[in-house]
Nanobody, 128 residues
Framework: QVQLVESGGGMVQAGASLRLSCAASGLTFSNRAMAWFRQAPGKEREFVATIRWSLGSLYYADSVKGRFTISRDNAKNSVYLQMNSLKPEDTAVYYC?????????????????????WGQGTQVTVSP
């Protein structure tokens, strides 16, 4: 059984940092990618960042580039999202997700429909 468990969310003030973690079990990660998405109230789920497991290639949404960093720990089957300089507009439920394979173009990683496993989400709230 595949499980993705996120943790690390919380309430912070603008400018602060948070580190989200996603621990995965029940699947192998070769030839897959793991990503973070987020969904704010009343909005569609939005791509944040992805990391291709085999190559370690990184891809970020423009809205978080330079502030957020995605990383992985192969031994722990985990992916992390270091979030710095948080803004109120970063407030959302953050989800980690896994693809069924790797794609040739970063275009596909930004589409939530190309991920087949999802965690339950962790809330991040940033106050002004």
């Amino acid at each position: 059984q595949v499980q993705l468990v996120e943790s690390g969310g919380g309430m912070v003030q603008a400018g602060a940092s948070l580190r989200l973690s996603c621990a995965a079990s029940g699947l192998t990660f070769s030839n897959r990618a793991m990503a973070w998405f987020r969904q704010a109230p009343g909005k569609e789920r939005e791509f944040v960042a992805t990391i291709r497991w085999s190559l370690g290639s990184l891809y970020y949404a423009d809205s978080v580039k330079g502030r957020f960093t995605i990383s992985r720990d192969n031994a722990k089957n985990s992916v992390y999202l270091q979030m710095n300089s948080l803004k109120p507009e970063d407030t959302a439920v953050y989800y980690c997700a896994v693809t069924p394979g790797e794609y040739l173009s970063n275009y596909y990683y930004a589409n939530s429909q190309n991920y087949n496993y999802w965690g339950q989400g962790t809330q991040v709230t940033v106050s002004p």
